[in-house]
């Protein structure tokens, strides 16, 4: 919690607390007062019975805030709270007898004998205890919104740091193997090897350096999507191994970026039927407040079950979409029959690049 709330704070109670004093002060001056006093004596009185209810009142709420809540009620010690405050609300009315006797020696507290200042004694120490008690519950509201926030921060720093491991992960076998298809086609069509190579250059910039803002254009996230499906198709000699559509307008809307790519990357991980066609389908649709991402594959028995389908990128993608769309969003993974089905549906006001 920041400094300045938690000044407002203290601020806050010691000004209704002083508000409540002060009425006790008129009506105790109202009652008491003697006929004949004159007005020095009867603000010496106020200050006398001010004195009487603030001193201690702060040498409680202070000993108990600073000292008994981090030594004993955040460690759990009860009882030791307990004995403790006892004997601290105590020294604190002793102490603010002595520091009232100083201030104002004809009012000593001890004139009639160890009785009378034994009660007033007392009386000190329940105020102590009574003010040291809404101590530990302000400390204690600091100290668990201060836990929450540093939870709450540690928990998005985690969940940062996996997200920028799934984003600078390149999935090596992809890279390999597309490598290794780039240098067998250069020696039949240099001119499209080159047209691929300049593909994956693409695709490791965007990786590289795209995804580190919050926000990115569609089209980019789109054009990611294509040259990666461009390369996949290298791998196979089915012509329509891939169905790649794209419906409505793209124009300059943004997007969080890496939203699609794990379940793309995941369709083709998790694809073995590289000689039918349309074994990978995957359909996008964007309309004025909804975009929807379907996308199917072809896979074979002992393939694994849509719980287990992207391990670490769909666990992570849901925890996104939690946060960046809540109740906006909708998540599915299916299987049916020999085809895997994830299909994720956006519903949003969308954000353009201008804007």
């Excluded at 102590?128 to 101590?135: D, I, K, M, Q």
């Excluded at 491991?165 to 080159?194: C, E, M, W, Y």
């Excluded at 943004?254 to 073995?272: C, D, G, Q, T, Y």
Aim: charged letters at 15%; a positive charge; glycine letters at 6%.
């Amino acid at each position: 919690m920041r400094r300045s709330i938690i000044a407002l704070l203290h601020v806050g109670y010691w000004f209704l607390y002083g508000l409540l004093w002060a009425l006790v002060i008129l009506l105790v001056a109202a009652a008491t007062r003697p006929a004949n006093t004159t007005p020095l004596q009867t603000w010496r009185f106020i200050y006398f019975i001010g004195a009487f209810g603030i001193i201690p009142a702060i040498l409680g709420f202070y000993t108990f805030y600073t000292w008994l809540f981090p030594q004993f009620l955040q460690r759990g010690k009860i009882l030791a709270l307990f004995l403790v405050g006892l004997a601290a609300a105590i020294g604190c009315g002793v102490l603010s007898a002595a520091i009232i006797s100083v201030l104002f020696p004809d009012f000593s507290f001890f004139n009639d004998g160890l009785n009378s200042g034994s009660v007033i004694t007392t009386m000190l120490a329940i105020t102590a205890v009574l003010n040291g008690s809404v101590g530990l519950v302000i400390k204690g509201f600091i100290s668990w919104y201060n836990e929450t926030k540093l939870k709450e921060i540690l928990s998005q720093k985690n969940f940062e740091m996996e997200l920028a491991l799934v984003k600078s992960q390149i999935n090596p076998h992809f890279l390999f193997n597309t490598l290794n298809n780039i240098d067998v086609l250069i020696g039949k069509d240099a001119v499209r090897a080159s047209l691929y190579l300049n593909k994956l250059s693409d695709i490791m910039r965007f990786m590289l350096y795209e995804t580190k803002t919050e926000k990115i254009p569609l089209s980019k996230e789109l054009a990611y999507i294509e040259k990666y499906i461009d390369l996949q198709r290298i791998r196979t000699a089915t012509p329509n191994y891939v169905e790649y559509i794209v419906v409505g307008e793209v124009h300059d809307r943004l997007i969080e970026p890496m939203l699609f790519i794990p379940l793309v990357e995941n369709a083709f991980k998790h694809s073995a039927m590289r000689e039918k066609e349309n074994a990978v389908q995957i359909h996008i649709t964007i309309a004025d407040n909804q975009l929807i991402f379907d996308c199917t594959n072809k896979y074979k028995e002992g393939a694994q079950d849509p719980q287990e389908y992207g391990g670490l990128g769909i666990a992570l993608i849901q925890k996104r979409l939690l946060a960046l769309y809540p109740k906006k969003h909708q998540l599915e993974i299916s299987k049916n029959g020999d085809t895997y089905q994830v299909k994720l549906t956006l519903n949003q006001t969308w954000k353009s690049a201008a804007s």
